[in-house]
């Protein structure tokens, strides 16, 4: 570690922020991410969580520099797989509090079938997407929640291609908490993000992140977004209902809050009963080899 003005470089942590440089764009919605991250993270501490056991997961895009700017455990995993390796360490250890961050390129395309599965079998850890319609990192490119007629790198004649719903895809998947937040609202982002972390079982928080340099959509959410008032979340028929409003492209009302908790068995828990722990494994793993040769 270097030193520069007689301050360290680097990650070192100073409460739960770093002394690592942010490169974000000014204006970019990470900023809401990270500081209502930040807010609930050390609400958690504070209530006891250890910060040794908290693991932030993210893979290559804008996103993934949070793990540069929040002074706890990082794991920084190949392109759309920050899923998969966050499964791997749940499950390696279930104390812990695992929260991954995808854009909605790394984890609805490239990452899209992790996803799915980490949602079928309802793994304890909370997935914060980062989703602003666009591949930022690559300066523009259409991703799979752009909209019709968006005009980048990859579409300069504008993307001809629909958004699918993510929420809707993933509560047929077996999600058991679904939520939408808005960079522009901190305040329902802290309130969302604990009710995740602290859900037992897969969590998704779809977060409507602005990117002001290739799709700002500032002016479009903030004439159309809305605060769920008196849906009851464990309604199936609500859920769906409020979850099918919006179709991910910039017309009509766009509802932020807890969509869908389910109560569902949790992927891993019944484990310990399949009796590893009576076993000797040092004894086994000698006679699997002695097989071998």
């Not at 990270?34 to 693991?55: H, M, P, S, Y």
């Not at 939520?179 to 993000?193: D, E, M, Q, V």
């Not at 028929?237 to 009509?252: M, N, P, S, V």
């Amino acid at each position: 570690m270097s030193a520069a003005k007689g301050k360290p470089v680097g990650r070192t942590a100073v409460g739960l922020g770093t002394y690592a440089k942010n490169t974000w764009c000014p204006g970019c919605g990470n900023f809401a991410v990270l500081n209502a991250l930040k807010a609930v993270l050390q609400e958690l501490i504070d209530e006891g969580t250890r910060r040794e056991d908290i693991v932030l997961v993210a893979d290559i895009g804008c996103h993934g520099k949070i793990m540069d700017y929040v002074g706890v455990n990082t794991f920084n995993s190949l392109h759309g797989r920050s899923v998969a390796s966050a499964t791997g360490i749940k499950l390696a250890n279930p104390e812990l509090k695992v929260i991954v961050h995808v854009g909605d390129g790394s984890g609805l395309a490239e990452g899209l079938e992790h996803i799915l599965f980490a949602a079928k079998r309802n793994v304890d850890i909370t997935v914060i997407v980062h989703d602003n319609g666009v591949y930022g990192l690559t300066i523009g490119q259409a991703g799979p929640e752009t909209p019709p007629g968006y005009k980048g790198r990859s579409t300069p004649y504008g993307s001809l291609e629909e958004p699918f719903n993510p929420l809707e895809l993933l509560y047929v998947a077996g999600a058991s908490y679904l939520a939408r937040g808005y960079s522009h609202g901190i305040p329902l982002l802290k309130r969302l993000y604990k009710e995740a972390i602290l859900h037992p079982g897969f969590s998704v928080v779809d977060t409507l992140q602005v990117c002001v340099t290739f799709r700002n959509m500032y002016e479009a959410y903030n004439e159309r977004v809305y605060e769920l008032e008196g849906h009851d979340p464990r309604d199936e028929a609500q859920a769906l209902t409020k979850i099918r409003e919006w179709g991910y492209c910039a017309d009509g009302p766009v509802a932020l809050g807890t969509f869908s908790v389910r109560d569902r068995p949790v992927y891993g828990e019944h484990f310990a009963a399949y009796g590893a722990a009576d076993r000797d494994v040092e004894a086994t793993l000698t006679e699997v080899l002695a097989s071998l040769t």
